[in-house]
């Protein structure tokens, strides 16, 4: 009984989730899993969803939310049953089992964010990709799990929590770790350490001391309301939340400069180099015809065996792009790969292990993923797919290789669009501040 009590501390499930996992609602603390409001409106207590009841109402009078479905139907008649965290994780002496070292700047920045965590404070980090997040969470994660604290790291893109899940088992060994995502098929189980898509924190309530949201600029979490009130309500009322990004939205800039939001700039990667400017190119270019300009500058690459990543903004120029690219070069291996394509992992773990010269991909790789020596070229920069954030994050899949800091970025346009812009603003913006530290 003690280990299937377990499974609901600082969760929130519904009746009949309780009774697929044979777990009695006797003892169990609940709430209505719906909460009328005035105007016959009614507010979901799972996602936060308002509702207009004429809206949401079922053929036996009841409501339901449709925000939230996917995580199964929450219906005005329910209630939410959960167990307060009790944080019971055995005493560990030691817990970071991770032996690199910190330069002197990411040393700072990680004092910073264990203070973050010890006074239970809420903080943005804008670094650079590739600035080494990761690593700076570990000084203050390790006091935190030493102190018995439950932590939760969170990203909007399951690519993401695939790509830190082997990375935080290595530095964390003695630590059991919960990775939750929509694809799941392993059971859930009580953890100190649970890392997530954003989505999965609907299923927590009060659960964490230590809440890290990463990639916070990220689709879908970014302009979702219901994954910002689950973030709220997955924090104990008294805890640390820590955002993290490399590109932050008009929100987070605006509560920045209204002093909302405390914030803490890391513009240097942890090989000290600067990030690779993008290089702009006015050309008018179809998916079925390599212009000559192009042509000249990805047969530069293939000459000096140079690999590259190639972003566009459409699935269906990923092959006629690939078909031209085979004509124009038959011996050059390549691939595509986009959000719903089955063998997606593998073609990524593929192409990071160099058994692919050239791998073609929409915006599913522009963040959370790490190539060594590569260049990336972006096709199409003026899509209104490719948002500010979105062309900052692709440009910064290069020059992450510590022996090779430099490698070319290119953006190809008809019109030179504001996100195009903004996009090289930004990145020559933290270059200046790097300089800046460097000379103070």
């Given at each position: 009984?003690?280990?299937?009590?377990?499974?609901?501390?600082?969760?929130?499930?519904?009746?009949?989730?309780?009774?697929?996992?044979?777990?009695?609602?006797?003892?169990?603390?609940?709430?209505?899993?719906?909460?009328?409001?005035?105007?016959?409106?009614?507010?979901?207590?799972?996602?936060?969803?308002?509702?207009?009841?004429?809206?949401?109402?079922?053929?036996?009078?009841?409501?339901?939310?449709?925000?939230?479905?996917?995580?199964?139907?929450v219906t005005s008649e329910q209630r939410l049953y959960f167990l307060p965290e009790p944080n019971a994780f055995p005493v560990r002496k030691s817990v970071c089992s991770w032996t690199g070292q910190l330069t002197p700047t990411q040393t700072r920045v990680a004092n910073?964010?264990?203070?973050?965590?010890?006074?239970?404070?809420?903080?943005?980090?804008?670094?650079?990709?590739?600035?080494?997040?990761?690593?700076?969470?570990?000084?203050?994660?390790?006091?935190?799990?030493?102190?018995?604290?439950?932590?939760?790291?969170?990203?909007?893109?399951?690519?993401?929590?695939?790509?830190?899940?082997?990375?935080?088992?290595?530095?964390?060994?003695?630590?059991?770790?919960?990775?939750?995502?929509?694809?799941?098929?392993?059971?859930?189980?009580?953890?100190?350490?649970?890392?997530?898509?954003?989505?999965?924190?609907?299923?927590?309530?009060?659960?964490?001391?230590?809440?890290?949201?990463?990639?916070?600029?990220?689709?879908?979490?970014?302009?979702?309301?219901?994954?910002?009130?689950?973030?709220?309500?997955?924090?104990?009322?008294?805890?640390?939340?820590?955002?993290?990004?490399?590109?932050?939205?008009?929100?987070?800039?605006?509560?920045?400069?209204?002093?909302k939001l405390a914030v803490s700039y890391v513009p240097r990667r942890f090989h000290g180099f600067k990030l690779p400017e993008p290089q702009c190119h006015h050309l008018r270019m179809t998916p079925n015809r390599l212009p000559a300009a192009l042509k000249k500058r990805?047969?530069?690459?293939?000459?000096?065996?140079?690999?590259?990543?190639?972003?566009?903004?459409?699935?269906?120029?990923?092959?006629?792009?690939?078909?031209?690219?085979?004509?124009?070069?038959?011996?050059?291996?390549?691939?595509?790969?986009?959000?719903?394509?089955?063998?997606?992992?593998?073609?990524?773990?593929?192409?990071?292990?160099?058994?692919?010269?050239?791998?073609?991909?929409?915006?599913?790789?522009?963040?959370?993923?790490?190539?060594?020596?590569i260049d990336v070229v972006v096709l199409f920069a003026d899509d209104c797919v490719f948002t500010t954030s979105a062309l900052v994050q692709m440009a910064g899949r290069a020059g992450r290789d510590r022996q090779h800091p430099d490698n070319q970025v290119d953006f190809?346009?008809?019109?030179?669009?504001?996100?195009?812009?903004?996009?090289?603003?930004?990145?020559?913006?933290?270059?200046?501040?790097?300089?800046?530290?460097?000379?103070?």
């Amino acid at each position: 009984m003690m280990e299937q009590a377990q499974l609901l501390y600082g969760r929130q499930l519904l009746d009949r989730q309780l009774q697929a996992l044979a777990i009695s609602a006797a003892g169990l603390q609940s709430r209505p899993a719906m909460t009328p409001l005035p105007n016959r409106q009614i507010r979901c207590e799972r996602c936060g969803q308002v509702c207009s009841q004429s809206e949401v109402r079922l053929p036996n009078g009841n409501d339901y939310c449709p925000a939230c479905i996917q995580l199964g139907r929450v219906t005005s008649e329910q209630r939410l049953y959960f167990l307060p965290e009790p944080n019971a994780f055995p005493v560990r002496k030691s817990v970071c089992s991770w032996t690199g070292q910190l330069t002197p700047t990411q040393t700072r920045v990680a004092n910073l964010i264990k203070t973050v965590f010890q006074e239970q404070q809420t903080h943005l980090l804008w670094a650079v990709t590739g600035a080494g997040k990761t690593e700076m969470l570990f000084p203050g994660l390790t006091a935190a799990l030493t102190a018995g604290k439950r932590v939760g790291i969170v990203s909007p893109r399951v690519d993401v929590c695939l790509e830190l899940a082997p990375r935080l088992q290595a530095a964390f060994a003695p630590v059991p770790l919960a990775l939750l995502h929509g694809q799941q098929t392993v059971p859930y189980r009580y953890t100190q350490l649970v890392l997530a898509t954003t989505h999965q924190l609907l299923r927590f309530y009060q659960a964490f001391d230590v809440l890290v949201i990463d990639e916070v600029d990220a689709f879908p979490f970014v302009d979702s309301r219901e994954l910002h009130f689950a973030v709220q309500q997955a924090r104990k009322p008294k805890s640390a939340c820590l955002y993290l990004t490399a590109t932050p939205d008009a929100k987070l800039l605006r509560q920045i400069k209204q002093n909302k939001l405390a914030v803490s700039y890391v513009p240097r990667r942890f090989h000290g180099f600067k990030l690779p400017e993008p290089q702009c190119h006015h050309l008018r270019m179809t998916p079925n015809r390599l212009p000559a300009a192009l042509k000249k500058r990805l047969a530069g690459k293939v000459a000096q065996q140079q690999r590259f990543l190639i972003f566009v903004p459409r699935i269906v120029y990923l092959r006629a792009l690939q078909k031209q690219l085979h004509q124009e070069w038959p011996a050059l291996t390549t691939e595509t790969v986009y959000a719903a394509d089955p063998d997606r992992h593998e073609k990524v773990a593929a192409f990071r292990a160099g058994r692919q010269q050239v791998l073609l991909a929409t915006t599913i790789l522009e963040r959370g993923v790490t190539f060594p020596n590569i260049d990336v070229v972006v096709l199409f920069a003026d899509d209104c797919v490719f948002t500010t954030s979105a062309l900052v994050q692709m440009a910064g899949r290069a020059g992450r290789d510590r022996q090779h800091p430099d490698n070319q970025v290119d953006f190809y346009y008809h019109f030179y669009t504001t996100a195009i812009r903004n996009a090289c603003r930004q990145i020559q913006m933290m270059n200046r501040r790097a300089a800046q530290e460097t000379d103070q």
